[in-house]
Each structure stands twice: as C-alpha cells, then as structure tokens.
C-alpha cells in the first residue's frame, strides 16, 4: 500500500519589522539577538537617512549579520497605488497598507519648506461634521512602520535622501485620524522623525494636530516634545459640541486648562497653534472672533484661519474672503498673532479635511467608545 507522506510546512518565522522603531527599540532589539547596540544606529541610518530597504545594500554591517537580519527581520513598505499631482505643486499620494485599506498621505511645497501631511488612522471615528475623513467612518489605528513608511515613502518618490538633501522639511499629523487617539504608535514615530540618526527634524517642524483629547494632550506634556496644534473651530460648547463632538466629553473648560499646562515651563517661545476652520454663517461672525479672543485669553498661541475645504454632501460653505478679513482684523487688533491658511492641493482633492483613504470597514461609524491606547476610553 502506497503510504501517504504528510508534508510538514516549514515553519515560516514571523519577521520583526525594523522601520518603525525608534532609537530605544531598535537598541533592544539588537541586544536581544545578540548583537552590539551601536548596530541598531547603523541600521537606522540605513532606512531612514539613505532610504534603503535591503540588507544587502548596508554594506557596513557584516556579511554574517546580514544573512541574520534577512532571516529574522524586514522592513516593510506599502506599496503606491496612485499619485496626483495638483497644479500648484502639491503630491497626494495613496498608500495601501493591506490589501483592505489605503490612506493618503500630501506633500505641499513651499518657497522655504516642505510639509509632508501625513495619516495616523484609517479613517476617524470622531465625526467632526466638516470632515471629510470624519464623515466616513473609522476602520483602525495605523501601526509605527505604516505611519513612518509614509515619510519613507514620499522621500523615495521625490527622489531625496535625507542624509544627503532634505526636501520633507515639516511633517504634521493633519492626514487622515485623530493622532492622539493613537499615541501607542504615533509617539515612537515621532521620536524617529526627531532623532538625528533617523530624520533629525526639530521639534518646531514635527506638529501633532488634535481635535482636545485631553489626557492624551497631558501625556504629550510628559512623553514628548513636539509642536501641538489644537482644532478648536468653536468658542463656545454649544457649537463646539456640533462641529467637534468629542468636546461633549473634554469640553472648552477642560480642554483650554490642558493647553496651559502644555506650554508651562517650556520655552519662552513655546506655543500652541489654534486651527480655526472658516465656515460661511456658521463661527465666523464678529461675536465668534470677540469669543474666541476671549477664551484664549493670555494662552501664548498663533491662530490659524482655514477657509472650509467643501467636499462632496456637505451643507457648510466657505467664509466669504470679507468674513474671514474682518475676523482676521479683529483677533489682530486685540494683539493676537495671526495667519490665514492658503488652501493647496484643492484640485486633487488634497486639502485639509478631504482626505479619504480606502476604508473598508465603515461599522466602526457608529461606535463612540473608542479605547485609547493608554486605557483611556472616551
Ligand atoms: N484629527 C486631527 C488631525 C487631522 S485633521 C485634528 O482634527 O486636528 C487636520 C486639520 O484639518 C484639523 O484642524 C481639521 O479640523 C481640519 N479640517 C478637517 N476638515 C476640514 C475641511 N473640510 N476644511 C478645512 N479644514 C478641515
Ligand atoms: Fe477626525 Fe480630525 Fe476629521 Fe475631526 S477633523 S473627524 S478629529 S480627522
């Protein structure tokens, strides 16, 4: 009798990912499969400094731990789905992170920097009513390597290496998601854009944008020195809790104490900026700019007026250019400094508010717990 021979599949080990550690964990890494630290530097330069993907190529390491590290790790990089250009420079690209979900990441050039837009989620769960991502549901966080592969990514596409031409010069969480729901992942991240082995950027020119997760701005405080904006859009609860809902949990009472606490004993140029979107009718009228320079009261900050960026079923529209001067007029003369956001991109649908990814599970719409990371639920 012919006996059947079971064929036992090798075992396919589960490769460690080395794009998304930072300094500290690549550092443990390489203790723990017996290596010297001061590889986990080399290493990191490699991916982060000379964008390079395979082992073969990081001609400093020996051939013995290449071999090693192609067996036990990798590093892995979504893959481009589609790029579009706008007419005044602006890159959007598409990225899929599995073969259910994509988001965008925008590259906006300007006369003396680069920003790179980048997304902390896959879609958003907070339903802010003017948001494009917000009006599409939640489907998850982002881990570290597919967040810092969007930095990765659109230096390859712009073909620069850091180490040798930095052309990203400013990077903000202004993609798609709420970034302080995702501090578990978003943090390590912005420690390798601000580590001088990886991206070395400053900390002025790394921004975690946040609609007032206020715990979560408290662990900012502790954890780590970036640069905060705040998506403040309302100056008062009744319209705040309509445009923001998660001010229905952390409203202006608890939120604005938080930005104080932000910028005690920082720097004397330390600052948070405030996002104010122009939206026609609705927070832009005299009331609104007197409120707000009320609730801002001797908070050290710089206001940044976004005229709305209108995307397809919605119902609000853009301040009219007098609206948004007159407002702008009014914040200036009670001594506050202001700027007012040129929008860019607008053609490929690349603004502010209009991303949308690829998100293949939108149940998640209707779900208001969502767990932070740190336990914190809202
Ligand atoms: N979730 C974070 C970061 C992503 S949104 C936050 O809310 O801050 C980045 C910025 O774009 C925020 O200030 C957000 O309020 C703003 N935004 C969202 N939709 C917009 C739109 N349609 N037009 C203009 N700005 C918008
Ligand atoms: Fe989420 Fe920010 Fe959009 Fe609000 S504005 S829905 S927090 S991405």
Redesign the pocket.
Known sequence: MRQIEEVVPTQEITKVDLLGMDRAAMGAYFTEIGEKPFRATQVMKWIHQFGVADFDEMTNLSKALREKLKRVAHVRTPKIVEEQRSTDGTIKWLLEMDNKNAVEVVFIPEKNRGTLCISS?VG?????T??????QGFNRNLENWEIIAQMWVANKALGCKPKEERIISNVVF?????PLLNVKHVFPVARILMDDFAYGLSKRRVTI???GVVPAIDMIKSELDVSLAI?LHATNDALRDIL?P?NKKYPIAELMPSLYRYVEGGHSKKHVTIEYVMLDKVNDLTEHAHELVEILGDLPCKVNLIPFNPFPNTDYRRSSNNAIHRFRAILEDKGLKVTVRKTRGEDIDAAC?QLAGKVSDRTKRTQHVVELDSGIKL
């Open positions: 989620q958003c769960a907070l339903e802010c003017f948001c494009s991502t917000g009006q202004m993609g798609m998601g709420e944008s946040t609609s998506s923001v998660i508010g």
